[in-house]
């Protein structure tokens, strides 16, 4: 697609919207202040299983949870488009990837720094291949401290080198920052592996023990949603003929930018996201396969 004026490098400017969705633009300017939680809890019972076979099967090529969250939400954002849009500089844009970002520990002990991985969920990609690439970004990332800095990204160059000016020298190169970043000026390699140039920062807090988090949005970057998986744990429910049954259920905390569609379209989301990972099945098809709820 031929870029056209006002277009950005990872976005197309969406150039015919009613007046409402203008308007709120000028009533909620900013992302954190165009914040909704929603929160789902969803049966894992049939995913459980699913894994658990796959893993007896390939003992030493598994998939986790997590994976299988990350292609889950990859198959509904190509389902449900809307989700993959932004705002910036009061502009609505259309995403041109798919683009999940989480940070990742460079070694698992309480002084070792995070750092930034982003991973790209192509039309081609199923939960096998989401799976690879997630483990070969963050075994690159490993091999940073044990080979050559030369492997880090630019961006997290830029944390480190910007994050230890000055307070008042910090604050100016973030302004001067802000304003490159409304109009698409700031180097690619600042906004690559960048957690908010992405369409969604992910967290699988499950892998610390605890439940799903509600967590803010930011003014900086373009990701208008932020997703947490909490942690997989047992829960009463009563059945189709009124017994109660103990499952396995999983929370998902869910934020994002109001602005970018409504409220039914999102339960509409969360609905196909809850469906999905009831049939795990699906998460070895297509990303961009198209899925009817039935």
Do not use: W
């Amino acid at each position: 697609m031929k870029k056209k004026f006002g277009d950005r490098r990872d976005g197309v400017k969406v150039r015919h919207f009613d007046g409402m969705h203008n308007l709120m633009l000028e009533v909620m300017p900013k992302r954190c202040d165009s914040d909704v939680y929603m929160n789902v809890k969803i049966d894992v019972t049939n995913l459980i299983k699913y894994v658990e076979d796959y893993k007896k099967k390939n003992p030493e090529n598994r998939i986790t949870y997590f994976h299988a969250f990350a292609m889950a939400l990859g198959k509904v954002i190509y389902n449900r488009p809307l989700l993959n849009r932004y705002i910036i500089n009061r502009s609505y844009y259309d995403r041109k990837d798919v683009i999940f970002a989480f940070s990742a520990k460079v070694a698992f002990n309480d002084k070792s720094e995070e750092m930034m991985i982003g991973v790209n969920i192509e039309k081609d990609d199923n939960i096998f291949s989401v799976r690879d690439k997630i483990a070969k970004r963050v075994e690159a990332l490993r091999n940073t401290k044990t080979e050559t800095d030369d492997k880090r990204s630019g961006t997290n160059d830029a944390v480190d080198i910007v994050g230890r000016l000055p307070k008042g020298l910090r604050k100016l190169v973030m302004k001067v920052f802000k304003s490159l970043d409304n109009h698409d000026m700031l180097p690619k390699d600042m906004i690559e592996d960048n957690l908010y140039y992405s369409t969604a920062i992910l967290s699988n807090l499950g892998n610390l023990g605890i439940g799903s988090i509600y967590h803010h949005l930011t003014d900086f970057g373009t990701s208008s949603i932020l997703a947490t998986m909490g942690k997989i744990h047992k829960e009463p429910i009563v059945d189709e003929k009124g017994k109660i049954k103990a499952v396995d259920v999983c929370d998902f905390g869910v934020n994002l930018d109001e602005r970018i569609a409504d409220g039914y379209y999102f339960a509409k989301s969360l609905q196909l996201l809850e469906y999905i990972i009831a049939n795990p099945k699906l998460l070895e098809g297509r990303a961009d396969e198209r899925i009817e709820i039935k």
